[in-house]
């Protein structure tokens, strides 16, 4: 494969040597593709929670609103990140088995994961997770709810910015709504490898 | 043969079918085009900008290759070059030999749909499962996909309840919501047996290195959260110069495509898992794919290799929506895939040459193109490339007597004379079907042939 190398090198050399001058590098304005008009003035909690809401994903303030609405869903068997849980578990009490540790061989025992979020994007309605913040990548993708915690300062306003903040990390996942399909009919199905109901709780 | 090759495929397609490829096409360019023109203020300005990055990074790909490769390297990650398909699959072959693994699982990826990868990999004993859905549907019944975004777009419910059932994936139930929830309790099972996972490329930054990842079924992150080797397939025409014109295109990828502000998930890998991180490949390999990319650069076509893989030309070109995606006998059917899959057929370019000509020219898909792609230009390239190759071209009728007409003043005046005659022919009832049948729904202008040299004559004087 050193002689692919070499070779597919040399024809794209003897590809671009007849042109007699090489499309510029375009300058342009960073902002270019912000939906300044969107954000302006906005607290970017809010804006965050309408747009989470516009792609079909939940955004709560407190942890007792998601306890309630997990138990109301039926979800009360999960996962939670073991930073985390000292802080969440009061407001979950009883009814509740959580683990601390994900075991893949029982991926369907987890209705709900509980990870932190690195950050989320207010313009999009995107959740931002990378590996540094997720304490475990399957248990935030596998079981059917999951659930972010997002630090308010931590929310840009924008893709341009985010893109800008991608920082050292070797695996940032941008997360916009629940998993979904359009695969049969061209009719919108949620849940289909990844969670289907998808949540931040913004602290 | 009486018609183009694409009509003959098209003319065989269930009316059903035809309405499903129809409607969905159109309403999702309906969808991307008032999102676009909601939001943004100059939507076309975007798609000039993305153009232009995007011709930049193919046309300095002699820099920027190198460049990504050391970026690759340093950020852990192993890289291979793959001049041609066979050479792609055995680099994926080696790989899992050498670390002794049977299983894959795929996430979409057009590459190696253009290497034929799966069936390559079962012919040498291994599996490779696709784990999008529609994919996995195509993978089921040994079909091909017919839209780059939407692989079964040709297929309706009943048929893929069908293959649920003889695939013991449950009894017969056509409701979406069940085939999905069916699909996804048999795959996540496969991912997390699984020893690698393999996935495209949407795009990669020559600047840091990383590889974006595009999809919403979450099927590609699974493949990275379960598995412990990681092999992307990247064509070499994926590079962007920078993280920053990622934002650009990534805004428009998603709007284009499904209509959606943006992709539901998008990831970005710059190596093998942290370590910290408990889940994930702890190996990773990019493989540069070829495959005929390198004559495309060469040629006068070499912008369809700005192609970010929208699906946006197809869903808006009048005959892709007539004729659906197994009509263009290739990976990439519709308006890109009428440039760029005779131009990837390298010298067997004559087996596609008819796929520039099957279409109107109505610049549709330059004009939806978030990479603003003059396709109509590049048809005509071909068309006339066929041409100088003399590529024999069926469906066309001879154009001999016309040439030889046009070049005899007075044979030339003489049929416009003759011409008159037509005007006293009873069209309706000729016994040719197509004629008439044709003639049911319109009338022929009255002959005014010379007319205009006299008009010519008088103003002259
Ligand atoms: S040619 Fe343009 S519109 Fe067509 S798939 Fe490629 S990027 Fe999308």
């Known amino acids: 494969m050193t002689d692919d190398r070499e070779a597919i090198f040399s024809r794209v050399r003897g590809a671009l040597a007849p042109l007699r001058e090489r499309a510029p590098l375009p300058q342009y304005d960073a902002d270019m593709a912000v939906l300044r008009k969107m954000i302006a003035g906005r607290d970017l909690a809010e804006l965050l929670a309408e747009r989470m809401k516009r792609v079909s994903a939940h955004a709560y303030t407190s942890a007792a609103a998601v306890a309630d609405f997990l138990k109301a869903g039926g979800w009360t068997r999960g996962y939670c990140d073991p930073a985390l849980w000292p802080q969440l578990a009061p407001h979950f009490g009883a009814g509740f088995t959580v683990e601390t540790d994900f075991d893949r061989k029982r991926v369907d025992d987890y209705a709900f994961g509980i990870t932190r979020a690195a950050g989320a994007v207010a313009e999009s309605g995107t959740i931002v997770l990378n590996d540094a913040a997720t304490s475990r990548r399957l248990a935030a993708l596998a079981p059917w709810v999951h659930i972010a915690v997002v630090e308010r300062a931590a929310i840009f306003s924008d893709l341009t910015q985010a893109v800008a903040a991608l920082g050292q990390d070797r695996n940032v996942i941008w997360v916009t709504g629940p998993s979904k399909t359009a695969d049969v009919e061209g009719i919108l199905i949620e849940g289909v490898h990844g969670p289907g109901v998808q949540i931040a709780l913004i602290v | ?461």
């Open chain 2, 1 to 461: 043969m009486r018609f183009q090759p694409i009509d003959q495929y098209s003319a065989g397609l269930k009316a059903d079918t035809r309405a499903s490829v129809y409607q969905s096409t159109k309403s999702t360019h309906e969808k991307r085009t008032k999102l676009l023109f909601d939001q943004f203020a100059a939507p076309d300005r975007l798609r000039e900008l993305a153009g232009e990055i995007k011709q930049h990074a193919i046309e300095n790909l002699d820099t920027y290759l190198p460049q990504v490769e050391a970026r690759l390297k340093a950020n852990g990650a192993q890289v291979h070059w793959a001049g041609t398909a066979e050479s792609a699959c055995a680099a994926v072959l080696k790989i899992m030999r050498d670390r002794g693994a049977t299983k894959m699982v795929k996430a979409k990826t057009m590459v190696s749909e253009e290497i034929e990868l799966a069936h390559y990999l079962e012919k040498h004993g291994l599996e490779a499962l696709e784990t999008d859905l529609g994919e996995f549907i195509v993978q089921i019944d040994d079909d091909h996909p017919s839209h780059i975004v939407r692989p079964i777009i040709h297929k309706n419910r009943r048929e893929i309840a069908t293959s649920f059932e003889r695939e013991g994936l449950g009894a017969y139930n056509d409701d979406p919501g069940t085939i999905t929830r069916r699909a996804r309790h048999f795959l996540r099972h496969k991912y997390l047996e699984a020893d690698v996972g393999l996935t495209g490329a949407n795009f990669v930054s020559a600047e840091s290195g990383r590889i974006v990842l595009v999809t919403n079924e979450g099927n590609s992150r699974f493949c990275l959260a379960a598995t412990k080797c990681h092999i992307a397939l990247v064509g070499i025409e994926k590079i962007v110069p920078r993280d920053r014109d990622l934002s650009i295109l990534l805004n428009l990828l998603g709007r284009s495509g499904t209509a959606q502000d943006l992709t539901v998930y998008t990831e970005f890998i710059s190596g093998p898992k942290s370590p910290a991180q408990p889940d994930g490949p702890e190996e990773m390999h990019v493989i540069f794919v070829d495959n005929g990319r390198t004559e495309v650069l060469a040629s006068d076509c070499r912008e369809i290799l700005r192609c970010i893989r929208c699906g946006a030309c197809l869903n808006v070109c009048p005959v892709y929506r007539q004729a659906s995606g197994h009509a263009y006998r290739s990976v990439y059917p519709g308006p890109v895939g009428a440039v760029l899959s005779p131009l990837l057929m390298k010298d067997k370019f004559p087996q596609k040459a008819d796929l520039p000509k099957a279409s109107s020219l109505c610049g549709a898909c330059n004009e939806v193109c978030p990479v603003n792609i003059p396709i109509p230009d590049l048809l005509l390239r071909l068309r006339n490339r066929a041409k100088e190759e003399n590529v024999p071209s069926p469906g066309t009728p001879p154009m001999g007597a016309w040439a030889l007409m046009a070049s005899q003043p007075t044979a030339w005046k003489a049929a416009l004379a003759g011409g008159k005659l037509l005007n006293y022919v009873p069209t309706k009832l000729i016994p040719v079907p197509a004629l008439q049948a044709w003639a049911d729904k319109r009338a022929l202008p009255a002959w005014r042939g010379g007319e205009f040299r006299k008009w010519m004559r008088q103003r002259a004087q």
